[in-house]
């Protein structure tokens, strides 16, 4: 399987599972159809009426969206009519949710606004609502918008959203939402390529897991760290990690029907990379007869995608066309995705001999390859990340300055009552210029760091962008490039043609190499080989052994 059809099947998979993880609200002992019985009943009343609509609305989001909403729009009037800002704070939460299953991103995002609307109206009541509760609602409104970026590709506004939820989280020292968002955080290092620190926070997600006591998280968090060893071709630990997964979610099959799912995607694609296909077409079917339950487009999509993959692994092209279609029909919103699906639907037509599709889809593929290749993307992140550490320097700084003030209105209250004894206040005015000058010291340097660390994120995300680009030019464009090369020069030269065919045929084969050639130096110049694999010194050094009379001494 190419590399980069590889590597997008995995973003696929946490894309797709990722809306489970800020539902902090407890489902898996929800009993839907004795709520309906109370409710028929019409016994309750008021506020109580108002914790059955909002249990019934979380408990039909996987199984019926329509009835989810239903009960969502009965709590937004009911909350109305008794002025309760938490329960249409919670309410627009749901229905931005279902609007979010259904792959209806505009509507999700208006319904998470008027969501925090109502939650900043909590705050006008502090005989109702604690600043617990106040912040509660709103960290799992930010979890929510971090999945909402998250679908779109729009990794850095995800985390910005998450590092939201985290502060609130180390605030109260909630171990659940900790581990939850380092989950997610985790996450989207895995998808920059930054696999050391998608580790790091996996691993702290899972050390909150267990301190938690929660075995959902604790599920949760292998799974996560399955993903990550997918991506680092490590397949025995990603194997590993997902079995530990499944022994909780394969025994919960009703309570988790997504990340169920989920896993059986996951386990389809680590045994397709260790060539074991016949498992990996279990999993898969496996996968799709659990979507069959819940109504979530996005992650039947992924299904049909790695079934295209499984065909075109084994030559079946007829195949492999149908899947990445329906694949394409279910889902096209996200640019991963449909690079994978162009680049396999281009692969299937070029075995199945039809050009023009051929050229249709590689068109496509390098199309939205290019507009996905936005610089900002690896920067930007960076800059979320200096951010987070930054405002920990400003309360910092902040207090430094609390400190200095308190010693100066200390300074003058002492020269007031001191105001006889000369020697005294001499030297009381000495010591608090000398901590007055030791805590701007102290900002100067805390403001140094700050802007060390902006530089060096800029400087690492400029360097891993162009690593990024040039070996998607490299494993992306030139891997098509070469199999239309192959295509063509297999067509039976011996049959009876024009000179002018002959002639066309030959500079064809000609375009298609100066291409080949282009594509290798824009990469080369973009991130040297040398530079990559062996460093500096020895980058510098090719270049002064290809320049007459010079010599490179370091």
């Keep these: 399987m190419r590399k980069g059809i590889k590597i997008i099947l995995v973003l696929l998979l946490f894309i797709c599972r990722a809306e489970g993880l800020y539902a902090y609200g407890d489902h898996r002992k929800r009993n839907i159809d004795s709520l309906e019985t109370i409710l028929a009943a019409d016994t309750v009343h008021g506020a109580e009426l108002g914790k059955i609509y909002r249990s019934l609305a979380n408990g039909y989001q996987l199984i019926d969206v329509k009835k989810s909403s239903y009960y969502a729009n009965k709590l937004i009037k009911l909350s109305e009519e008794l002025n309760l800002w938490g329960g249409r704070a919670t309410a627009y939460r749901i229905m931005a949710v279902n609007q979010y299953y259904g792959l209806q991103y505009d509507s999700s995002m208006f319904y998470y606004e008027k969501a925090l609307w109502a939650t900043d109206k909590m705050s006008a009541f502090p005989d109702k609502y604690t600043v617990s509760q106040i912040d509660d609602t709103r960290s799992s409104i930010y979890g929510n918008m971090g999945n909402l970026m998250q679908m779109q590709g729009k990794l850095h506004e995800a985390v910005s959203y998450y590092l939201k939820g985290l502060a609130i989280f180390e605030k109260h020292g909630y171990k659940e939402q900790i581990s939850i968002a380092r989950h997610n955080i985790g996450l989207m290092y895995m998808a920059l390529g930054n696999y050391d620190q998608a580790l790091s926070n996996m691993d702290t997600a899972l050390v909150y897991a267990v301190r938690s006591g929660d075995s959902l998280r604790i599920a949760s968090a292998y799974h996560g760290l399955a993903d990550i060893y997918i991506s680092r071709h490590d397949y025995g630990k990603a194997l590993e990690a997902a079995t530990k997964a499944g022994s909780y979610f394969f025994t919960h099959t009703r309570e988790e029907p997504l990340e169920c799912a989920g896993l059986n995607n996951q386990l389809a694609i680590i045994y397709m990379n260790q060539e074991k296909n016949e498992e990996a077409e279990v999993y898969v079917h496996r996968a799709l007869r659990g979507l069959d339950t819940i109504k979530y487009e996005s992650a039947r999509s992924t299904s049909y995608l790695i079934m295209a993959e499984l065909s075109a692994k084994k030559g079946r092209w007829r195949e492999a066309e149908q899947a990445a279609l329906k694949s394409l029909e279910i889902n096209n919103s996200d640019p991963l995705a449909n690079i994978s699906r162009y680049q396999t639907l281009a692969q299937a037509y070029a075995h199945l001999g039809d050009a023009a599709e051929v050229e249709k889809y590689s068109r496509l593929a390098w199309d939205t390859q290019k507009n996905l290749s936005a610089k900002n993307y690896q920067s930007a992140l960076a800059e979320l990340e200096v951010k987070y550490e930054t405002e920990k320097k400003e309360l910092q700084i902040a ?95 011996g049959k009876l043609m024009e000179q002018s065919d002959v002639e066309r045929f030959i500079k064809a084969i000609d375009l298609i190499d100066q291409s080949i050639l282009e594509m290798r130096r824009v990469a080369h110049h973009l991130m040297p080989e040398s530079l990559s694999r062996f460093g500096l010194k020895a980058a510098v050094g090719d270049f002064c052994n290809s320049l007459p009379g010079v010599k490179f001494i370091y």
């Design 399 to 493: 207090s430094l300055k609390e400190l200095s003030r308190r010693r100066q209105w200390l300074e003058m209250a002492g020269g007031g009552i001191l105001l006889l004894i000369m020697t005294a206040i001499m030297l009381a005015w000495l010591w608090a210029r000398q901590k007055r000058k030791h805590a701007e010291l102290q900002v100067h340097k805390m403001k140094q760091e700050q802007q060390l660390i902006a530089t060096r994120s800029v400087l690492s995300g400029e360097i891993q962008e162009r690593t990024r680009i040039s070996r998607d030019l490299h494993d992306g464009l030139g891997g098509i490039l070469s199999a239309a090369r192959l295509n063509i020069k297999d067509i039976d030269m």
